[in-house]
């Protein structure tokens, strides 16, 4: 494919906010939230994560498009201005815009303030942000534009804050004692201390930088499973006996208790649980490197995003079970330090490790990118070059 990344960026609101300071800023919590809170926090690995809230007011300091359109401007150093003939065209992809209308993308393309382009919008969970990325690549490579930004992003924190959340009825309570995963919890309370706000974007051009590495996008799959799955991940609805999902505007004209209850993000995690790694590893992972001639051995940088550290061993479990192993020390995450940022969670740990200087011309990266929405992965390699 005829199309570099030439440039990556990342950006997070405010101050890292560690597990202790939690309530300054989503708000205090009832005792089974904080109980719950407890649980997942000691499970997920993440020690911080960063919110686009004012601790003082309670007020939030970005929007989600001021977010991606910070992320873009960081594609340049400090002082430089963004040159218009970047945005060619700019390609957006969120889980969580700030309105249902009009497309979180031409928000973005908004905020910047630069001349006329082509915008595109790509809805969706945690690959929202990788389809943004394969649509700009594409337009690169097939010679309609010369460069293209993308981004993804996410402001998640609004839909955790106390205010706005309503804690759901806890259907799949664990008794005293019980060994259960701790995920089978509220289907909310589950994401509510998953999520947080940051946002990522790369410049793709048709050439690689004369004067720095670039990634060469090898190629980018994304693989739908869909059509044998129900949805696991979502928002907007509620869950029916059945699997499916009946819509928000179906709840519209309801008490403010069942509308709140209608838009906080939920997850069924005995679905994800139970299928995340097996479908969207041991599933889509064989065929793709089968297509590509891929090899364990032909990876010297693996970038796996999970939500959740709890993940990291089965993933392992699983790529053996498929003999595609990847040796530990060639894994790199900063689930740690950076939190699950959904679509913008592979931006951010590519643009740490792009900015760490331990990449060496030649070098090839697999990025992994799943998500649980209707269980779709995205697989992406890169060369150094």
Not at 105 to 130: D, F, K, N, R
Not at 333 to 361: C, D, H, P, V, W
Request: charged fraction near 20%; hydrophobic fraction near 40%.
């Amino acid at each position: 494919m005829n199309a570099f990344i030439t440039a990556v960026s990342a950006f997070l609101p405010g101050q890292p906010v560690r597990n202790a300071d939690l309530d300054r800023y989503l708000g205090k919590v009832e005792r089974i939230a904080a109980r719950t809170r407890q649980i997942i926090l000691a499970n997920n690995g993440i020690e911080s994560r960063h919110y686009a809230i004012d601790p003082e007011t309670g007020a939030a300091t970005h929007s989600n498009a001021q977010l991606a359109a910070e992320a873009v401007r960081r594609l340049v150093p400090p002082g430089e201005e963004l040159p218009s003939r970047f945005l060619e065209c700019l390609c957006c992809g969120t889980s969580s815009p700030d309105q249902l209308m009009p497309g979180h993308g031409v928000m973005v393309h908004g905020e910047l303030g630069l001349g006329p382009c082509e915008v595109i919008s790509t809805a969706g969970i945690c690959l929202s942000g990788v389809t943004a990325l394969k649509y700009g690549a594409m337009s690169v490579a097939l010679g309609l534009t010369n460069s293209a930004v993308a981004t993804g992003s996410e402001l998640a924190s609004t839909f955790m804050r106390t205010a706005f959340f309503q804690a759901m009825q806890d259907e799949v309570a664990q008794p005293e004692g019980s060994k259960r995963h701790p995920a089978f919890s509220f289907e909310a309370e589950f994401l509510r201390w998953m999520l947080s706000d940051g946002a990522g974007a790369v410049l793709i051009e048709n050439k690689p930088s004369p004067d720095r590495l670039s990634l060469q996008i090898d190629w980018l799959e994304i693989i739908s499973h869909a059509h044998c799955l129900e949805a696991c991940m979502y928002a907007g609805a509620v869950k029916q006996e059945d699997g499916s999902l009946r819509g928000w505007r179906e709840y519209a004209v309801g008490s403010d208790a069942v509308w709140h209850n209608v838009m906080t993000v939920k997850q069924d995690a005995r679905l994800l649980n139970r299928e995340v790694i097996r479908t969207l590893v041991g599933k889509s992972l064989p065929p793709v490197a089968a297509k590509h001639g891929l090899r364990p051995e032909d990876i010297d940088w693996f970038l796996p995003h999970y939500s959740s550290q709890y993940f990291q061993e089965p993933l392992r479990q699983q790529l053996q079970e498929i003999d595609f192993v990847i040796p530990a020390e060639r894994w790199f995450t900063n689930l740690a330090s950076r939190g699950n940022t959904g679509s913008a969670s592979f931006y951010i740990m590519l643009e740490e490790l792009f900015a760490s200087g331990r990449l060496q011309k030649g070098e090839r990266i697999l990025g992994f990118i799943p998500e649980s929405g209707r269980f779709s992965a995205g697989w992406m390699l890169l060369t150094v070059v």
